[in-house]
T-cell receptor
């Protein structure tokens, strides 16, 4: 079956621009996570949705980062006024149930801020 | 403060031999541990996991061992194959929070030489 998909796969933004990154989770998966992976590091948690409810946004690095999942399926991560330190791979993951630990990752969006 | 540590950035083994990847953690609240495998330009792929109530879990060529007293886990791959060459991430999660977010290590690059 279809896995988690993300678009765009690559995004180059000039410093100060706004970007929007899309995630299509596996159909029927209740839980959706966003992670940020800097070069040479492991993924770091940004935010979590259970259906349309954003239950944890403790990992968002600043108020320039905003995420939504209005209908409980597709999610968008928006970064306003991008800075160079925002350059990273943004990974989306989904899991079937909130009690599930196994998360299934998309291929990521590589964001480069110039 | 790195709660999950993978102290070996890279490992090289011969095809057919055993690969042992190590991971240490500091948070005693972690109760579930996972290994993910990542190829370049792809998202992490779930490989194997273990609950804190067990000390071993086996799946084909992959075995994960957990030593709770030492806060240490390891992934054994036997026999190693060239297709196993990838970055391996150790991840941990703690029950009881609002989310089963994963805390990742920095990864170990495994190279299996033919």
């Amino acid at each position: 079956g279809a896995g988690v998909s993300q678009s765009p796969r690559y995004k180059v933004a000039k410093r100060g621009q706004d970007v929007a990154l899309r995630c299509d989770p596996i159909s029927g998966h209740v839980s959706l996570f966003w992670y940020q992976q800097a070069l040479g590091q492991g993924p770091e948690f940004l935010t979590y949705f259970q259906n349309e409810a954003q239950l944890d946004k403790s990992g968002l690095p600043s108020d320039r980062f905003f995420a939504e999942r209005p209908e409980g399926s597709v999610s968008t991560l928006k970064i306003q006024r991008t800075q160079q330190e925002d350059s990273a791979v943004y990974l989306c993951a989904s899991s079937l149930e909130p009690v599930s630990y196994e998360q299934y990752f998309g291929p990521g969006t590589r964001l480069t801020v110039t | 403060d790195q709660q999950v540590k993978q102290n070996s950035p890279s490992l090289s083994v011969q095809e057919g031999r055993i690969s042992i990847l190590n991971c240490d953690y500091t948070n005693s609240m972690f109760d579930y541990f996972l290994w993910y495998k990542k190829y370049p330009a792809e998202g992490p792929t779930f490989l194997i996991s273990i609950s804190s109530i067990k000390d071993k879990n086996e799946d084909g060529r992959f075995t994960v061992f957990l030593n709770k007293s030492a806060k240490h886990l390891s992934l054994h791959i036997v026999p190693s194959q060239p297709g196993d060459s990838a970055v391996y991430f150790c991840a941990a999660s703690a029950r009881g929070g609002a989310t089963n977010k994963l805390i990742f290590g920095t990864g170990t690059l495994l190279a299996v030489q033919p």
